[in-house]
């Protein structure tokens, strides 16, 4: 795109109406107060229009258009907008500001939209914050080795290598996105702060420079807390909001990322990305806008891509442009710099021997494999460091006792330090109120000053005397100042200071509430999938070790939503003889919703999973010889390490709804054929798929672009480019012919070339029901009919055949 094209873009961005006059002077018109008409004049010269010019005369020959300009349009800011200022006078300079108020400014200046700290402005920014946790982190950060997916690629420092790369994508065209995956508590927020420091150094060094570099633009959690609703549009507003030195609109932003004049970072968002309305959509929508190439990083849990469904398939669509980078835990190495950071206050340098303290938790981190296994997590070795080593007491075995000790450390210097006052609050008693904080930090994704402080009141009811009033505010006041806690300094919402230890205290108080309200327990069940690696998990079954049988019989016994039972299924999967209730049938499986379950060295012998819906379910270790899989959904459903001979009599009937598996060493098959093969291999039947043909598979994945698998609208409109991105199935037509007869036969209209919007009515419900029910009306019939290339055939099992 031309830089006087990217003007044009950037002044109707803006809300103004644009005409070019000649000699590449741009006027903007827009409204203003009283029937006034704002104007900006802008004069696009580029390197290319002054070659061959005489300078002095080039200089002349602006001062006439300045003045030309100035007197016709009174009030209208002028600029010029230049490539380079090399050439040009300082007297040029001075004279055009003096006389005419010209700006003379090159792209990054006239483009960029600075952040409000930037400015010299004392104003609470989630972005400072960030800039002030890099400064900190690139003192004392522990380097974060690294596997890129689909690759033999790995490196000792993501933030190094993908800094790098992020330069090199600027000198290609293609859109380009990037994740960084890790479980909870391996580092993800602080590679990320890391990362952003080093871009946003480069971004001021590069426009000091006056050279045009991609503004990183950091949406976090603070900015979400600060939206009118949990939505990716409500994020962005939030951020202009907070964060800009002046009011801007989301048509600008988009633009700025669209255009590669911003660079787009999320962190901490996982719960938009999973239940926020539109954030794939969105994405989706910078990356297939029209002449954008936009670069976009994602930092989320691991466990997102097994639990939304959403996120697997928008991965799976844009493969060729996305790189997943995954975050390796510590090895021996890593906990040793740490070690040092922490216990001796620098790093280690060549030739330094470890002191006796380093030396110390070192030994005692590797004296089991228990407690290598936690060292090998940045908050598990933290934690290792500052309630074990320093105390030099017996570590706990598991990710439970760890961090019992160091919530119980915690308290305990509350009280050391004279904040609470034991004879009055109880050890026991603060808990459990921290507890019930955990769980209402749970629901409602943080607390406001105003929750804190109802709920400090409450926890005068948990006192062991009677308290004066004097007391009685000291305790309250005392209490909202608990070390747990960190409040945002953009909204003020409070959340517990890491994620793992809130769902910590959450899974105690859900434990408890399990014996004493088991509708409570239903409930806090089914508010929403809870990702696998969850703490939630460890703690709840180490709890009720002992209620097998009556986690059994909580879906009949109290209302469980879809995800209430998939949470409850991944639960019992995880306690030891659990899987003798699942193959007992005490708890029924058929047609549950179990994506994203991982059910790990389990016997799952003849257990029952027909019509589950198994996307991304991974089956790891397990014996399912007999097992049944008849409907079952199979999209990237995984069989892992399944033993010789522990699958032979399962039986999968159909495969109606089969689209991809995973197995042996992580290999994909989508290819019906090859899946056949697959399973005449591992169960000893032969069972011929008479699922979707490969033309209807490919109209599916067509609408599927705008249509939910529940049959939920997904979106109205979508460029070209996005809807033919993706798989191919073998023996298909491909997506693009596939468009192209849904257009003729009146299922997709087309607007200016490029979007493609789906139809309206009658169409869009015979859409609808192909892509829930895969059945055929007669227009869809008659379209898969012209694509189909095998003779006769059905599409659909127990389909009639074609005319």
């Known amino acids: 795109m031309s830089l006087i094209d990217q003007t044009k873009g950037f002044l109707k961005v803006l809300g103004a109406e644009v005409y070019e006059r000649e000699n590449n002077l741009l006027i903007a018109e827009r409204p203003g107060l009283a029937g006034e008409t704002e104007r900006t004049c802008v004069w696009v010269l580029t390197q290319q229009a002054r070659q061959g010019r005489n300078q002095l005369a080039l200089e002349d020959e602006y001062f006439r258009r300045f003045k030309g300009i100035a007197s016709k349009y009174p009030g209208a800011r002028l600029h010029l907008l230049l490539e380079t200022m090399e050439g040009f006078s300082t007297d040029f300079r ?20 600075p952040f409000a700290w930037e400015e010299g402005r004392s104003v609470p920014s989630a972005t400072l914050d960030l800039v002030k946790e890099a400064e900190r982190y690139g003192r004392n950060r522990v380097p974060q080795s690294y596997t890129q997916d689909d690759t033999d690629q790995s490196g000792r420092d993501l933030v190094t290598d993908l800094f790098a790369e992020i ?79 002046v009011p801007a609109t989301r048509e600008f932003f988009n633009w700025m990322i669209d255009n590669r004049l911003g660079l787009l970072m999320f962190d901490g968002l996982d719960e938009l990305i999973t239940r926020g309305p539109g954030f794939l959509d969105y994405l989706e929508d910078r990356i ?76 005692a981190c590797e004296s089991n494999q228990a407690l290598q296994r936690l060292a090998s997590t940045p908050f598990y070795a933290d934690l290792l460091v500052r309630t074990v080593a320093d105390q030099g007491s017996a570590a706990p075995p598991d990710e439970v006792g760890l961090i019992d000790v160091a919530i119980e450390s915690m308290c305990r210097r509350e009280y050391e330090k004279g904040t609470l006052k034991e004879d009055i609050l109880p050890l026991g008693s603060f808990r459990e109120w921290l507890e019930e904080l955990a769980a209402l930090s749970q629901e409602a994704s943080g607390l406001s000053v105003d929750d804190l402080h109802e709920l400090a009141d409450l926890a005068t009811i948990f006192v062991a005397r009677e308290l004066g009033e004097d007391e009685r505010r000291e305790l309250v006041k005392q209490i909202t100042m608990a070390p747990f806690l960190t409040q945002s300094g953009t909204s003020g919402r409070l959340q517990l200071t890491h994620e793992i230890l809130a769902e910590f205290l959450a899974g105690r108080r859900f434990a408890a509430e399990f014996t004493h309200s088991p509708t409570r327990f239903a409930s806090r069940l089914s508010q929403r999938p809870w990702p696998f690696d969850s703490m939630l998990f460890p703690v709840l079954a180490q709890a009720l070790v002992n209620d097998l049988d009556r ?38 499986l058929d047609g549950a919703h179990l994506f994203g379950v991982r059910f790990v060295s389990l016997n799952l012998e003849a257990v029952s999973f027909r019509s589950c819906d198994l996307s991304n379910t991974v089956f790891d270790k397990c014996k399912l010889r007999g097992a049944h899989f008849e409907g079952a959904v199979l999209r990237n459903t995984a069989f892992l390490d399944i033993p010789e001979q522990d699958l032979v009599g399962a039986t999968f009937g159909e495969c109606e709804h089969f689209e991809s598996i995973v197995v042996g060493e992580r290999k994909r098959v989508e290819d019906p054929r090859a899946f056949e093969e697959w399973l005449e291999a591992t169960t000893g039947r032969r069972e011929p798929i008479v699922g979707p043909c490969p033309t209807a598979r ?37 997506t693009g012919d596939c468009l192209d007869a849904a257009i003729d036969f009146g299922y997709f209209q087309t607007r200016d070339f490029s979007q493609v919007r789906r139809a309206a009515g009658p169409g869009y419900g015979e859409m609808v029901t192909f892509v829930k029910s895969q059945s055929l009306t007669p227009g869809l019939r008659s379209l898969i009919d012209s694509l189909c290339r095998i003779p006769g055939c059905r599409h659909l099992p127990g389909a009639a055949g074609s005319p």
């Open 94 to 113: 001075t004279e055009a500001s003096r006389r005419y108020r010209v700006r003379i400014q090159v792209p990054v200046q006239f483009f960029d939209l």
């Open 167 to 245: 330069n090199s994508s600027l000198r290609k065209p293609e859109s380009r996105l990037w994740f960084v995956v890790a479980p909870a508590g391996h580092g993800k927020s602080v590679c990320f702060s890391a990362l952003f420091g080093n871009l946003h150094r480069q971004f001021i060094e590069r426009k000091r420079a006056q050279s045009l570099y991609p503004r990183p633009l950091p949406m976090l959690a603070a900015h979400l807390r600060e939206s009118a609703g949990p939505n990716v549009m409500g994020l962005v507003d939030a951020f202009m909001r907070t964060e800009f030195a």
């Open 288 to 363: 297939t806008a029209p002449n954008s190439s936009p670069l976009i990083l994602i930092s989320v849990r691991d466990s997102l891509f097994q639990s939304s469904e959403e996120l697997a398939n928008f991965v799976d669509y844009y493969r060729p442009i996305i790189n997943v980078y995954t975050i390796k835990p510590w090895d021996r190495p890593a906990r040793r710099v740490h070690a040092w950071l922490h216990l001796e206050g620098r790093l280690p340098r060549n030739g330094d021997q470890d002191t006796p303290t380093v030396a110390h938790f070192l030994r």
């Open 551 to 588: 986690l059994s019989v909580v879906p009949t016994a109290e209302p469980l939503s879809q995800e209430g039972l998939r949470n409850l299924v991944q639960l019992i999967a995880l306690i030891p003889g659990g899987d003798a209730a699942l193959r007992t049938g005490r708890l029924s």
């Open 698 to 734: 490919q109209v599916l994945f067509l609408f599927r672009k705008f249509i939910q698998v529940d049959g939920q609208p997904r979106r109205d409109s979508l460029d070209r480019r996005g809807v033919l991105r993706g798989r191919q199935e073998p023996g298909a037509p491909s």
